[in-house]
């Protein structure tokens, strides 16, 4: 006799990484309201960069408790979300050095193969569109596999409420929009997902 009992799939798993550190920063408020997007679609974990000492290949062979702790959350990731701040029309210093240490040692770069949904917000108009820009020329030269489309976010006052709930409807409607594709992008190339359909 056949069972009708189908066990549920477990959700992807998402290493959350902002580019800011700052304690306030409008980058985590917005990953956290992305987070809120891909309830159900998604199990996200925020991945801690801001412990990372500077990179020095000197340290490769031995590598320090931080950058070991940050490289299994990325291993364990079926996918990343990046969220970053524009600091000097670029990549923040904080967020390249966490790039740089999980693309090394040689041989074990914890970004190939990931698929990758980045965005950003700044309060200017055009929402951190160069740092993103330079994030994703590093991210595909390091074997990403990059959703498609560009989501800059101009950050105004009372965006995001401190639920982490977007309060303007096209800007939620838009990013949710991202949210789902990043989900089906992950679902289609995450282990697990392939895994369980198996």
């Given at each position: 006799?056949?069972?009708?009992a189908?066990?549920a799939a ?6 959350v990484i ?7 920063s409008i980058?985590?408020?917005l990953?956290?309201a992305l ?14 960069i ?6 020095n ?6 590598l320090p408790?931080e950058v070991?702790?940050?490289k299994n959350?990325?291993a364990r ?21 966490a790039v ?7 041989g074990?770069n914890s ?5 990758a949904?980045?965005t ?5 108009a055009?929402?951190?569109?160069l740092?993103q ?13 990059l ?14 409420d401190?639920?982490?709930?977007i309060g ?13 594709r ?5 679902n289609?190339l ?5 895994a369980?359909?198996?």
């Amino acid at each position: 006799m056949l069972s009708s009992a189908h066990h549920a799939a477990p959700l992807p798993r998402i290493a959350v990484i902002v580019g800011g550190n700052r304690k306030e920063s409008i980058n985590r408020k917005l990953a956290e309201a992305l987070v809120r997007l891909g309830a159900g679609k998604f199990d996200a974990s925020f991945a801690r960069i801001d412990d990372l000492p500077m990179f020095n290949q000197d340290h490769e062979a031995n590598l320090p408790a931080e950058v070991v702790r940050f490289k299994n959350e990325l291993a364990r990731a079926d996918g990343v979300l990046i969220v970053t701040p524009e600091h000097d029309r670029s990549i923040p210093a904080v967020l390249k050095n966490a790039v740089d240490w999980g693309a090394r040692p040689w041989g074990k770069n914890s970004w190939t193969g990931k698929p990758a949904f980045i965005t950003g917000t700044s309060p200017g108009a055009i929402g951190s569109a160069l740092a993103q820009q330079h994030l994703r020329s590093v991210m595909t030269g390091l074997g990403m596999i990059l959703l498609g489309g560009e989501a800059y976010v101009s950050f105004k006052p009372n965006l995001i409420d401190e639920h982490g709930t977007i309060g303007d409807d096209s800007t939620k409607k838009f990013l949710a929009d991202f949210v789902d594709r990043f989900a089906l992008l992950v679902n289609r190339l995450a282990p697990a997902a392939q895994a369980s359909a198996a």
